[in-house]
C-alpha cells in the first residue's frame, strides 16, 4: 500500500507536470501575440519610413494616384526602389482605392484604377496606417510578409495611398527566438521558486472550491431541507413553462406549524420540516421538481399529471403522507397539511399567473378545513381580482388620505352618560360604496400599508376629539403590524403633541393576537403608553385561549366583552350569562374597567347594567356616525344634561357641526 508521502509525491509531480504543460501553452500564445504585434510595429514603421522615402522622391505621386503616368525621373526612382528594405512589391492606390500602379519587385505596370482595394480606401479615410499579417507560399510570396497601407500626406492633405508589401520571414524568426528564450528563462526562475508551495497552494485553492460550491449550493438551495429554495424553483418552472410542458403546481402548507414550535421547541420544529421534505421527495419522484418556498410551505411541480383527476390524486396522497404520525424523539406530533393545485397550461402559461393560482387555491384550502386539496377555479380568480382592486383602492386612498372616521358611542352604565367615542376606519370605493373593515384591514396589513393608515387614524381621531368637552375620549384600535413597523408610542405622542389632546382623553384598544407574539418590546411600548397617560384595553375579551394569562402579564385600563357574547346573549346560548358575569367580576377583582360591546336590545343593556358592567357600546345605544353629526350629538347630550354653558366650546362644537 502506498504511503501519504507517495500520494504527496505523485501530486506534487502531477502538479509540477500540469503547470509545465499550461506554461508552456501559454508561452505559445502569448508569443504568438507578441510576435504578432512586434511585427505589426515593424511593418508599420518600415512601411512609413519606406512612404515617406517615396514622397520625397517622387514629386508627381498624387497626379500617379489620378491615374497619370509617370514622370521619366520619377519612374527611373521607382524602378529602383524595388525590393528596398525588406519592400519587395508596392502599390500606388488614389483615395476611393482604386489601384493605379503595381510594382511586384520584378516591373511596374499601369493598371489605371482596374483594381479596387477597401482597405486602402479605409486607410485614406481615417487618415492612418493600416497594417495586414499575411501567410504566404514561397517563391510567390514570402512565407511571413504583410501590407502596409500609408497614406501619403502633403501640406496637411491626403496625395494618395501607398500599399507596401514587406517581407517578416526573418523578423518572425528572430523575434519568437527572442521571446521564447526569455521566457524559458523566466519558466525556469519561476518553477524553482514555486516547486515548494505548490502544493500549498493546491491545497488552499481546493479548500476555497470546496467552499465556493457549498455557497453556491446555498445560494440555490434552502440550507435546511437541501431542497431548491425559492428563486431556483421559479426559475426551473419558467423554464418548463417556456418549453409548453404540461405540469401541476402544488403549493403544500403545513397547518398549524406555529403549534409544533411553540410545544415542541424550533429543533423540533425543523425535524418535522425535514421529514416534511424527505416524503414529499419520495412522493414526487426522480423527475418531480420540490422545493421548500417559505418557511413551512412546500411547492412540488408534477410533470404530466394526466388532468385534474391525476393531480388531484397525487395532492391527495400528499395530504395522507403527511398526515401520518411522526415519532420525534420521546414526542408524538400529527403534522397536517392543505394543499393548492394549479394545472398548466389549463390555469395558466406563466410562472408569476400559475403561481398566484396555486397560492388562492391554497388559500381556499386553508380557509374550508385544512387538511384537505382544492383545484383552483375560476370563482378564485376572480376573488383574486377583487383582491387587486381592493389593494389599488387601498394604496390610492393611503396617498390621498381618501379614509374616513366615524364614531360610536360609549355610555357610562347604569345612567347611560355619554363619556366618549370609539374611532371607526371607513373606506368607500370609487363608486361610493362602502367596503367592509373586516375585508379591508386584513389586506392593508398583508401589504405593509397598515402603519401608514394607523398613523393616520390616531392623528385625525386625536384632532377631532380635541374639539369635544374635556371629560370625553376617543378610543383608537391598534393592529399588531403598527407595532412591528414601527415606534407606535412615538406616532402616539407626536399626535397629541400636533392636536392638544390630554393624554388621559385617549384609550388604545388592543387584541390577545398581539401579545401571542411574546414580544418584550411591545410589552414595553404598551408601559411606556401607560406611563404617559394613556389608557391600554384588550378588546375582544374571551375569544382567545389565553386571554387570561395576558391580564396578569400586562395592568390593562379596560377589557371589552367581545360581542360574540351578545349575540350569544340574544340566541339564549347555554352558560353565556354566567360567562359574562364572571367576566365582569374578574375586571373588577383586577381594578379594570369592563366595556360590553355589541349591545343589540334594550334586554341587554338592562341585563349589563344590573351585573355592574361599567360600560356598553352597540347599535341599540348609538351607531357609528361622521364627525359632524357627533358634534351635534354632543351637543345635544351637552345640553340634555343641564351642563353649565361654555360659550367657546359651544361655538367650537357647532363649527365642528358645520
Known amino acids: 500500500m502506498a504511503s501519504p508521502w507517495d500520494k504527496f509525491g505523485r501530486l506534487n509531480a502531477a502538479l509540477v507536470i500540469a503547470a509545465f504543460l499550461v506554461l508552456v501553452c501559454g508561452i505559445s500564445a502569448v508569443t504568438k501575440v507578441m510576435v504578432d504585434r512586434l511585427l505589426y510595429w515593424d511593418a508599420a514603421a518600415t512601411a512609413e519610413s519606406w512612404a515617406r522615402y517615396v514622397l520625397q522622391n517622387v514629386k508627381d505621386v498624387a497626379r500617379i494616384a489620378n491615374g497619370g503616368i509617370p514622370s521619366s525621373q520619377s519612374m527611373d526612382f521607382l524602378v529602383g526602389s524595388q525590393r528596398v528594405r525588406h519592400v519587395f512589391a508596392f502599390e500606388i492606390i488614389d483615395l476611393v ?68 508589401f514587406i517581407d517578416l520571414t526573418e523578423k518572425q524568426a528572430q523575434f519568437r527566438s527572442q521571446f521564447i528564450t526569455a521566457a524559458l528563462s523566466l519558466w525556469l526562475i519561476t518553477g524553482a521558486a514555486l516547486a515548494f508551495p505548490v502544493v500549498g497552494w493546491y491545497r488552499r485553492t481546493r479548500e476555497k472550491e470546496r467552499a465556493d460550491e457549498h455557497i ?11 431542497l431548491a429554495n425559492r428563486t431556483t424553483f421559479i426559475e426551473g418552472l419558467s423554464q418548463l413553462l417556456s418549453n409548453k410542458t404540461r405540469l401541476a403546481l402544488h403549493f403544500v402548507d403545513l397547518d398549524r406549524f406555529k403549534m409544533v414550535n411553540d410545544t415542541l421547541g424550533h429543533d423540533m420544529g425543523d425535524t418535522v420540516i425535514k421529514a416534511t421534505a424527505e416524503q414529499l421527495r419520495s412522493i414526487a419522484g426522480p423527475d418531480g421538481l420540490v422545493a421548500r418556498y417559505g418557511g413551512d410551505e412546500f411547492a412540488v411541480v408534477q410533470l404530466d399529471p394526466g388532468g385534474a383527476e391525476g393531480a388531484e390524486k397525487l395532492a391527495r396522497e400528499i395530504v395522507k403522507s403527511l398526515g401520518a404520525t411522526f415519532a420525534i424523539n420521546v414526542h408524538r406530533t400529527v403534522v397536517t397539511a392543505s394543499v393548492g393545485v394549479a394545472l398548466a397550461p389549463d390555469h395558466g402559461e406563466d410562472g408569476e399567473r400559475l403561481l398566484k393560482c396555486a397560492d388562492l387555491a391554497l388559500y381556499k384550502s386553508k380557509a374550508e378545513g385544512r387538511e384537505c386539496v382544492r383545484i383552483f377555479t375560476p370563482e378564485m380568480d376572480e376573488e383574486f381580482q377583487s383582491r387587486i382592486e ?19 358611542p360609549i355610555y357610562a352604565l347604569p345612567r347611560r352618560a355619554l363619556i366618549g367615542y370609539e374611532a371607526l376606519l371607513r373606506l368607500s370605493d370609487e363608486n361610493g360604496k362602502p367596503i367592509s373593515p373586516a375585508l379591508f384591514v386584513p389586506v392593508a ?17 386625536c384632532r377631532t376629539a380635541a374639539n369635544w368637552p374635556d371629560p370625553l375620549k376617543i378610543a383608537v384600535n391598534l393592529s399588531p403590524a403598527q407595532f412591528a413597523s414601527g415606534s407606535v408610542y412615538g406616532t402616539v405622542l407626536d399626535a397629541l403633541g400636533e392636536t392638544g389632546l390630554a393624554p388621559h382623553r385617549l384609550e388604545l384598544e388592543i387584541t390577545e393576537s398581539l401579545l401571542l407574539r411574546e414580544d418584550e418590546h411591545i410589552i414595553q411600548e ?17 375569544t382567545g385561549y389565553s386571554s387570561l394569562s395576558y391580564l396578569w402579564r400586562f395592568p390593562f385600563d379596560k377589557i371589552k366583552i367581545d360581542r360574540g357574547f351578545m349575540t350569544g346573549l340574544q340566541n339564549d346560548v347555554p ?71 361654555q360659550p367657546a366650546l359651544v361655538d367650537t362644537l357647532h363649527r365642528a357641526a358645520g
Open 216 to 226: 453556491r449550493f446555498l445560494a440555490r438551495h434552502d440550507a435546511l431541507t437541501g
Open 575 to 645: 352558560q353565556v350569562e354566567t360567562i359574562i358575569r364572571t367576566i365582569v367580576a374578574l375586571g373588577h377583582s383586577l381594578n379594570m374597567l369592563v366595556n360590553a360591546e355589541g349591545v343589540e336590545t334594550e334586554q341587554q343593556v338592562e341585563f349589563v347594567s344590573n351585573i355592574a358592567c361599567d360600560q356598553a357600546q352597540g347599535f341599540h345605544l348609538g351607531r357609528p356616525r361622521p364627525a359632524a353629526d357627533v358634534a351635534a350629538d354632543i351637543l345635544a347630550e351637552f345640553r340634555r344634561s343641564g351642563q353649565p354653558r
Open 445 to 461: 396589513e398583508d401589504i405593509g400599508l397598515i402603519d401608514t393608515i394607523g398613523t393616520w387614524v390616531i392623528r385625525e381621531a
Open 526 to 542: 404598551l408601559g411606556r403608553l401607560k406611563q404617559a397617560g394613556i389608557a391600554i384595553v384588550m378588546d375582544d375579551f374571551g
Open 97 to 164: 482605392g482604386n489601384v493605379q500602379l503595381v510594382s511586384d519587385g520584378m516591373g511596374i505596370v499601369n493598371v489605371g484604377g482596374s483594381q479596387h482595394d477597401p482597405v486602402a480606401a479605409r486607410a485614406a479615410a481615417l487618415g492612418q496606417t493600416i497594417v495586414e499579417i499575411l501567410a504566404g507560399e514561397p517563391p510567390v510570396r514570402p512565407l511571413v510578409y504583410s501590407v502596409a497601407y500609408v497614406p501619403l500626406t502633403s501640406g496637411g492633405s491626403s496625395r494618395a495611398v501607398v500599399a507596401a
Open 390 to 408: 381592493l389593494e389599488q383602492t387601498l394604496r390610492n386612498a393611503t396617498a390621498n388620505e381618501r379614509f374616513s372616521l366615524h364614531f360610536q
